[in-house]
């Protein structure tokens, strides 16, 4: 940092002809920046400047030296400009990932109107249901669902992850219609599977849990087929209500009403988080995307 220090001094001598006035420039005592440029021109083994009691001119080797530390100081004001301004604006690569699911039908189309508002951004969308670190995996936002996570980093809640659960009326005019949770074990299943295995029908009933599960129709990770199956009458499915919404609002499936209430765990309050490290949100590019997420899912 002396070097450059005493590489700026020389440069204004240079382009002002007056120790004086480059030192103005940088508030200090001409003497100290007389020194600096003379330990310069020592550790160089060369005069780069002829010195007067009128003024200062550069020697034919400080000409050739000045003109290369100009270029190089100028290269690092770019260098400069170009961190000031990737700190100041929203760009650079941005990496999201998210569940499946909640990718499919929320986060990509509203990632349309995102890339609009910030077009320097490059977005880097990962969709998977496993769990991943957000330093170890080298993401910058993610987007999961379940209870409020431990790992140490900011939570968001965007929405309730409330399961519940649904059937096609073709399959309840064949099947029957539950209203009871034991009557579910007479029900074909529709099974979301975890990294902790298929999720589970519970019920709390006369204080204690029981598991209710109807037989296995299919299992599967990839919840959009599943509800895919039980619009077409295959089965019973636990789902997220905001996955179900499109196929509640069709009428191609119902929610069911059944007492005492169904649950996927005993604790039924689930959310959908968005999870980010506390000092990366000083980062415009995470900043604009936290900020912009909060404000659009709206459930």
Same mark, same amino acid.
């Given at each position: 940092?002396?070097?450059?220090?005493?590489?700026?001094?020389?440069?204004?001598?240079?382009?002002?002809?007056?120790?004086?006035?480059?030192?103005?420039?940088? =508030?200090?005592?001409?003497?100290?920046?007389?020194?600096?440029?003379?330990?310069?021109?020592?550790?160089?083994?060369?005069?780069?400047?002829?010195?007067?009691?009128?003024?200062?001119?550069?020697?034919?080797?400080?000409?050739?030296?000045?003109?290369?530390?100009?270029?190089?100081?100028?290269?690092?004001?770019?260098?400069?400009? &170009?961190?000031?301004?990737?700190?100041?604006?929203?760009?650079?690569?941005?990496?999201?990932?998210?569940?499946? =699911?909640?990718?499919?039908?929320?986060?990509?189309?509203?990632?349309?109107?995102?890339?609009?508002? $910030?077009?320097?951004?490059?977005?880097?969308?990962?969709?998977?249901?496993?769990?991943?670190?957000?330093?170890?995996?080298?993401?910058?936002? &993610?987007?999961?669902?379940? $209870?409020?996570?431990?790992?140490?980093?900011?939570?968001?809640?965007?929405?309730?992850?409330?399961?519940?659960?649904?059937?096609?009326?073709?399959?309840?005019?064949?099947?029957?219609?539950?209203?009871?949770?034991?009557?579910?074990?007479?029900?074909?299943?529709?099974?979301?599977?975890?990294?902790?295995?298929?999720?589970?029908?519970?019920?709390?009933?006369?204080?204690?849990?029981?598991?209710?599960?109807?037989?296995?129709? &299919?299992?599967?990770?990839?919840?959009?087929?599943?509800?895919?199956?039980?619009?077409?009458?295959?089965?019973?499915?636990?789902?997220?209500?905001?996955?179900?919404?499109?196929?509640?609002?069709?009428?191609?499936?119902?929610?069911?009403?059944?007492?005492?209430?169904?649950?996927?765990?005993?604790?039924?309050?689930?959310?959908?988080?968005?999870?980010?490290?506390?000092?990366?949100?000083?980062?415009?590019?995470?900043?604009? &995307?936290?900020?912009?997420?909060?404000?659009?899912?709206?459930?």
């Amino acid at each position: 940092m002396d070097q450059f220090r005493a590489l700026r001094y020389f440069s204004k001598v240079a382009e002002t002809g007056s120790f004086t006035k480059a030192a103005v420039v940088f =508030g200090v005592p001409p003497s100290s920046l007389s020194r600096r440029v003379a330990d310069l021109e020592n550790s160089l083994g060369a005069t780069l400047l002829k010195r007067s009691t009128r003024d200062v001119k550069l020697t034919e080797v400080g000409q050739r030296y000045y003109s290369q530390v100009l270029d190089i100081l100028n290269q690092l004001e770019q260098s400069n400009e &170009a961190v000031r301004s990737y700190q100041a604006k929203p760009m650079g690569h941005l990496h999201i990932s998210s569940m499946v =699911g909640f990718g499919e039908r929320i986060l990509l189309p509203l990632l349309d109107e995102f890339s609009q508002l $910030y077009p320097e951004i490059v977005l880097d969308v990962s969709l998977s249901d496993e769990l991943s670190a957000l330093s170890r995996d080298d993401v910058d936002v &993610a987007i999961r669902g379940g $209870y409020a996570p431990n790992e140490r980093v900011l939570a968001i809640k965007l929405m309730g992850n409330q399961f519940i659960p649904v059937a096609a009326p073709s399959y309840l005019a064949e099947m029957g219609n539950p209203k009871h949770a034991t009557e579910l074990k007479l029900h074909k299943g529709l099974y979301f599977r975890t990294p902790n295995g298929p999720t589970p029908w519970l019920s709390n009933i006369n204080g204690q849990w029981h598991d209710v599960s109807g037989p296995q129709v &299919a299992v599967s990770n990839n919840g959009k087929w599943l509800g895919e199956l039980a619009a077409q009458g295959k089965g019973v499915l636990m789902a997220p209500r905001w996955a179900a919404a499109h196929h509640l609002a069709s009428g191609e499936l119902v929610e069911l009403v059944i007492e005492p209430q169904v649950q996927i765990s005993q604790n039924n309050d689930m959310a959908v988080y968005l999870l980010y490290q506390k000092q990366r949100y000083l980062v415009p590019k995470v900043k604009a &995307a936290v900020d912009f997420l909060v404000a659009r899912v709206k459930y």
